[in-house]
């Protein structure tokens, strides 16, 4: 694996989150002590002052490790705030944004809010990164309704907005074996992090069989990722609903279960993502470099549905950007005028295009006491879930 070398004070932030992870695995018991998956990642992303998200190196954009949609054109935010207003129209003048990144998502989605003589009491962010916080925090100076918090608000009615947060959460790793499903965990061997396996235990043995729904037809050594944090987030994202009004819209990477769990994705969908390469080694540079797995939709939904919540829609982006009228925001800017068109609509193809992001990506909208406008409820797709 040939990737860019951190500088020195990057390596020596890793090689400090490499012994915290192993101070950790030595303390658990037994002759050979381990630590789930989950909370292996748990740390690589999120130990206070060394992990990805919460350490200060940049994540975004040219000088980070991916790219994210809102990243790409201000379209995509004009074109959520689309639906956003639909749904404040017929709950309450308020967002909560989950992972709000470089801030650019909030800024693009109030401006086009405004633009439409929507006016928003309270846009409230919860972040985890502190390096995040701070860019947020610069590029929204000028939206006074904006504002910080922790954690989940106990109650919420409006807009509920994540963008490429589900895969980010940390996931457990399983494999199949001839004796059943095995929980793969992470140990130290001669001084370096490596696998091992143990018998799950009753909770995760029970989430794998509602998880994966046709684990008679996988093959033996078959590895894959289960979901049980972004379970919970969906519970608690039901909670905060449960007494107004409202609906979140969930934008990832990922597949349905019927999808999910088949015999090409049987070295599962474990991703890390280190200055614009991507690769599969999680062991690699602890705390510089992201890890994602794609998001189970299914069991997404499923979640949202047996908290509370009605499933209102589920598409691709490009049906759900097309849907809410990104063609129709891209042609305020004249085709004549090449210069400032022709970017744009590269921006937008990279978007939607099946070849791009359109059909990888999915959105999911669940919620309470509010509908989807009709051109978007006539694209669901969530029967295929």
């Known amino acids: 694996m040939s990737l860019p070398e951190p500088d020195s004070d990057a390596l020596a ?40 998200y919460s350490g200060g190196a940049a994540k975004l954009g040219r000088d980070g490790d991916f790219t994210t949609a809102p990243e790409i054109s201000a379209l995509f935010g004009a074109t959520l705030a689309r639906a956003a207003g639909a749904i404040i129209a017929q709950s309450a003048p308020n967002i909560l944004e989950f992972g709000a990144g470089t801030g650019k998502l909030a800024r693009d989605v109030l401006t086009a809010l405004a633009l439409d003589g929507v006016a928003i009491d309270s846009y409230a962010i919860v972040e985890l990164s502190g390096e995040l916080r701070a860019r947020q925090q610069e590029a929204l100076k000028d939206f006074p309704q904006v504002r910080w918090l922790d954690g989940f608000p106990a109650a919420f009615s409006g807009v509920v907005l994540a ?20 929980q793969v965990m992470v ?5 370096r992090f490596a696998w091992t396996e143990r018998a ?6 029970a989430h794998i069989g509602r998880q994966v729904p046709d684990a008679a037809s996988l093959a033996d050594g078959y590895l894959t990722e289960v979901h049980p944090v972004a379970n ?4 608690t994202l039901a909670r905060m609903l449960a007494g107004g009004k409202g609906a ?44 994602t797995a794609h998001v189970d939709f299914t069991a997404m939904a499923l979640a949202a549905q047996d908290a509370g919540l009605d499933v209102l829609a589920y598409m691709s982006q490009a049906s ?30 990279k978007l939607v295009s099946p070849a791009e992001m359109g059909e990888l990506f999915k959105v999911l909208v669940v919620g309470k006491g509010v509908e989807l406008p009709a051109v978007l409820a006539g694209a669901d797709r969530s029967h295929r879930l």
């Open 13 to 52: 932030a890793s090689h400090a989150l490499q012994q915290l992870i192993a101070d950790e695995i030595a303390r658990q018991p037994g002759a050979a002590p381990a630590i789930t998956f989950a909370r292996f990642m748990e740390l690589a992303l999120y130990a206070p002052q060394l992990g990805y």
């Open 163 to 182: 963008n490429e947060v589900l895969d980010a959460m940390p996931v457990e790793l399983v494999t199949k074996t001839p004796a059943g499903w095995r």
């Open 187 to 191: 140990t130290v061997l001669e001084g």
């Open 200 to 205: 799950p235990d009753s909770a995760l043995e």
């Open 232 to 235: 919970g987030f969906m519970a």
């Open 248 to 291: 979140a819209i969930l934008l990832d990477y990922g597949f349905p279960a019927h999808e999910y769990y088949v015999d090409e994705r049987s070295a599962g969908t474990l991703m890390c993502h280190y200055r614009h390469h991507a690769h599969a080694d999680p062991f690699y540079l602890p705390g510089l470099q992201d890890i």
């Open 320 to 349: 759900f950007l097309l849907g809410a009228g990104i063609g129709e925001l891209l042609l305020r800017t004249s085709p004549d005028d090449a210069r400032s068109y022709l970017p744009q609509s590269n921006a937008v193809n």
